[in-house]
Nanobody, 119 residues
């Protein structure tokens, strides 16, 4: 079992910054990928950033403003969000791809943390 837990969301003004954290606890052989998704009211959930094999990737709308990083020793992924815009307002969800015994991998989702950017 793997339980991702997000933290760091809140209310900020446009132009401000937040840092989200996601800690993966439980039993697994290794984590293959850790990513952040977001879902705004009335919209589809979209990938924001993902890191796998040490390589980060971002959706175009956050490129240059957000930075994803991983601390393997702590099983933690971070999302540093700078120059926040009103359109960044959404629930942010952590997704972990973890490999278990036998080589099977599974997707695990956190419950999310809310980010609200006011103008």
């Amino acid at each position: 079992q793997v339980q991702p837990v997000e933290s760091g969301g809140g209310l900020v003004q446009a132009g401000g910054s937040l840092r989200l954290s996601c800690v993966a606890s439980g039993s697994f052989l290794r984590i293959d990928a850790m990513g952040w998704y977001r879902q705004a009211p009335g919209k589809q959930r979209e990938l924001v950033a993902i890191i796998s094999g040490g390589i980060p990737n971002y959706v175009d709308s956050v490129e240059g403003r957000f930075t994803i990083s991983r601390d393997s020793a702590k099983n933690t992924v971070y999302l540093q969000m700078n120059s926040l815009k009103a359109e960044d307002t959404a629930g942010y969800y952590c997704r972990i791809t973890a490999r278990r015994e036998g080589g099977n991998s599974y997707e695990y989702w956190g419950r999310g943390t809310k980010v609200t950017v006011s103008s």
